[in-house]
């Protein structure tokens, strides 16, 4: 498989960083109570990527952690030093220093800029299947329902169907 990875975070923050390192598929936990809805998605996408866990070295972060251990099975740990995650009186991601996560997360980064995959799903095809716009919020649930979508903007359900290496006429199906 030489597709792009998904990293998992904590929080928006975190994203940021990862995506400021060159990190295309990134998501969000939100919090240690990991959703069935998200976990339900991530088993639907370690089916087309390899899923690499980049949490906080701290009880929340441990506690993600082993859920998703137990949800997963085509995942990578990244596992941070919390001498070098600590800063602001915090400890996560987002203070982590940023050579230094460059340096833990380079093979994932460098095979991600190496990878030859394309987006699968553009976003003027949400337009097209009705999952943007007045009238959209049956097909975002269906959609929502049958793929277990994290949708909370339509950037989020492009970036999502991506993820899932999901067409336009694959999602047009899945609406029917």
Do not use: C, W
Not at 41 to 59: C, H, N, S, W, Y
Not at 82 to 94: I, L, P, Q
Not at 113 to 130: I, R, T, V, Y
């Amino acid at each position: 498989m030489n597709n792009r990875y998904l990293y998992i975070v904590e929080g928006q923050n975190d994203i940021s960083k990862l995506k400021s390192l060159g990190a295309h598929f990134v998501m969000k936990t939100e919090g240690y109570l990991v959703s069935n809805q998200f976990r339900g998605f991530l088993k639907r996408a370690e089916q087309v990527r390899k899923i690499v866990l980049v949490l906080d070295p701290d009880g929340p972060g441990n506690r993600i952690r082993e859920t998703l251990h137990k949800t997963l099975t085509n995942y990578e740990d990244v596992l941070i030093d919390k001498k070098k995650a600590t800063g602001n009186r915090k400890v996560g991601v987002a203070e982590t220093d940023i050579d230094y996560l460059r340096k833990i997360l380079d093979p994932y980064l460098k095979q991600d800029k190496e990878s030859e995959e394309k987006d699968s799903f553009a976003f003027p095809s949400l337009f097209a299947l009705k999952l943007a716009g007045e009238d959209s919020s049956l097909n975002k649930n269906k959609l929502k329902r049958k793929l277990s979508l994290v949708i909370t903007t339509s950037r989020s359900i492009v970036d999502e169907l991506n993820i899932l290496l999901l067409t336009e006429d694959q999602v047009k199906e899945i609406l029917k």
